[in-house]
Structures are given as structure tokens and as C-alpha cells.
């Protein structure tokens, strides 16, 4: 289900799980994953220990999750700065037999990963001289 997500957006041909493990490479503060239900319907507010067991059942990484929140908009919001956790929550097709489709919020994670073919540790500098250096 993940796979589709803001792919036209993004303007890159990977997946968003290969995404989301090559961001685990970098530095980043947390990765956040929205779990959303049928767009015209919101998520149903549930107990949150039956929402903790699911998880704790669904995802083997869970302790990794550093938070869990409904928003206004009735979406789940988890919270990880894992990426492979991240991996195994957009995976989810069905949550608490709703069925579900999930997606990273990529706001307040740097683009410069998404460019697979330049070394992360070159300096722009670098970069821009080789660049102007061709020309």
C-alpha cells in the first residue's frame, strides 16, 4: 500500500520503504507515519490498549515507537526514529480490521537523500565546482 505514496510528488522512482531505509543512513529527528482509513471517513477513536495490543501484535519493533496520537482530522499519527519500524507501519493494510493506507509526512526531512546518485558526505561546495567545471 505504501509504495504508491506521493511517488508523483517526490519525483522518484523508489519505493517509499526503500526510501524510509535509506533516510535511516542519515540524520534525522523522527520519521512520522500516518495511518488514514477511507479518505471520507475518519478513523474511529478506540481504546488505546486495544490499539497498544494491536501494535504490539502487528509490529515486532514496537517498542521503537516513541509515540502514538489521533489527529483532528481522524488519522493515527505514530512517531518513530526507526526506519525499519517506519517500514513494517506503512506496511500495514489493516488496521484493527479497518482497512487502512499509510503514508510518511516528509515535511521535516531533508530532500537530499531522496538524490541516490551523489555521496552524502561530499560538501554542496564540491559539488557545485565540479558542476561548474563541466560547463
Known amino acids: 500500500m505504501a509504495d504508491k505514496s506521493n511517488s508523483a510528488y517526490m519525483r522518484c522512482e523508489k519505493s517509499v520503504n526503500e ?3 535509506r533516510l ?3 540524520q534525522y529527528e523522527e520519521i512520522n507515519i500516518i495511518s488514514n482509513a477511507d479518505k471520507s471517513k475518519k478513523m474511529p477513536q478506540t481504546n488505546p490498549f486495544l490499539v497498544q ?5 502487528s509490529i515486532n519493533r514496537y517498542q521503537l515507537i516513541d509515540n502514538m ?3 483532528r482530522q481522524g488519522k493515527i499519527q505514530f ?5 525499519i519500524c ?3 507501519l506503512l506496511s500495514l493494510s489493516k488496521f484493527m480490521e479497518i482497512d487502512v493506507s499509510t503514508d510518511v ?3 521535516n526531512i531533508s530532500a537530499r537523500f531522496l538524490v541516490t546518485d551523489i555521496p552524502n558526505t561530499t560538501p554542496l561546495e564540491e559539488l557545485a565546482k565540479e558542476i561548474q567545471d563541466k560547463k
Open 19 to 21: 526510501l524510509v531505509m
Open 24 to 26: 535511516g543512513n542519515l
Open 53 to 57: 495490543d494491536f501494535i504490539k501484535k
Open 69 to 71: 496520537r489521533y489527529t
Open 79 to 83: 512517531t518513530t526514529k526507526d526506519p
Open 86 to 88: 517506519a517500514v513494517q
Open 105 to 107: 509526512i516528509w515535511e
